[in-house]
């Protein structure tokens, strides 16, 4: 797909989405940045303030398959996944789907599973396929998971392990709408709801055309070596008892080669990386005791600091970063 075809599909895709969520630009760009780059996106914040109404309308905006999963404690493994019925007629065992087959999947409130039926989602969401009864099938593609969470709220919930969080390519937050977003909104959805209205942007094949756009944009090796750079330096960092996996490392670059195609460039700048350091990463690591004793444990803030304080010690590639 040509760049300038590309910029036009995803600048109506980012108008339609904001005809239901008001005055957060920066968290739907986001979200398609995800999208666009073949990741997960987990969107963190408290309640009320348009989580699922953003995956929804994300995901309405695109022509393809989607399911939603109200992830509870009582959910079962095999109700995301899928599960073999025996065939009484055919005399074998038939698999049936379950709802994680569809090119966009959203998990509302996904801290609310158990640990086991979190962990259904970690061969999906690398490998892009779901085992069960020893039979493995291949998930539909594009394959994207847009979950949302309650950072506050503790009773039924369970804190997602580190395996799962790294599978997230972003985590983002909405916060609260400023007074004229607000009263926009209330405005706006008097006697229905905008996402009724929504209608698909572009269609599959469309989609598939702009994520391989987005894989052809190029990254010098001076700005790779910028990203493993930050990368590495959270492995050494001594606030940090964890630091980005090589998985977050990958992600970063993928995230920053969307970024530059909705900017509409064919190449990555440090820039990119810098803007995607803390939404690819914050999630991924772990301070120190003495770091996440100051204040709120679930505040990123902390971590957020860190990682501005890393992106900001480290050196920025002088050299070429535009393709030859």
């Known amino acids: 797909m040509a760049l300038d075809d590309f910029y036009r599909n995803c600048a109506e895709i980012i108008r339609r989405v904001e005809t239901v969520i ?3 630009r920066e968290a739907v760009q986001m979200a398609l940045t995800a999208l666009l780059a073949e990741g997960h996106v987990l969107i963190e914040d408290v309640p009320g303030v348009g989580k699922t109404m953003l995956a929804r309308a994300l995901a309405k905006s695109v022509d393809c398959t989607v399911n939603r999963i109200q992830f509870t404690p009582d959910l079962l493994p095999s109700d995301i996944t899928g599960v073999s019925i025996y065939n009484q007629v055919e005399r074998e065992f038939e698999f049936k789907p379950g709802p994680i087959f569809a090119n966009i999947v959203i998990g509302d409130e996904i801290n ?3 640990p086991k039926t979190q962990s259904a989602l970690l061969e999906s969401m690398e490998e892009g396929q779901v085992t069960v009864d020893g039979t493995t ?3 539909a593609s594009p394959f994207t998971v847009i979950a949302t969470q309650n950072p506050v709220e503790m009773e039924g919930t369970y804190p997602l392990p580190e395996a799962q969080r790294d599978r997230f390519m972003m985590r983002i937050s909405m916060g609260y709408p400023d007074e004229a977003a607000e009263l926009a909104m209330l405005r706006r959805r008097e006697s229905s709801s905008p996402l009724d209205d929504l209608e698909p942007v572009v269609s599959t094949v469309q989609l598939i055309a702009m994520i391989e756009t987005v894989r052809g944009v190029f990254v010098s090796w001076a700005v790779e070596q910028y ?3 930050i990368a590495q330096a959270t492995r050494r960092d001594e606030d940090l008892r964890l630091g980005a996996s090589p998985r977050a490392t990958l992600q970063l670059v993928r995230a920053a080669k969307a970024r530059a195609a909705l900017d509409g460039r064919e190449f990555v700048l440090p820039d990119d ?3 995607l350091a803390i939404p690819v990463l914050s999630h991924r690591l772990i301070p120190t005791n003495r770091v996440s004793g100051r204040g709120n ?6 971590v957020s600091e860190i990682i501005a304080r890393i992106v900001g010690a480290t050196p920025v590639p002088l050299g070429a970063v535009g393709p030859a």
């Open 137 to 139: 099938s291949i998930l």
């Open 112 to 114: 609310r599973a158990s």
């Open 273 to 275: 990386i810098d803007a």
């Open 227 to 229: 990203a493993v750079s």
């Open 297 to 302: 444990p679930f505040d990123p803030g902390a």
């Open 22 to 24: 008001d005055g957060k």
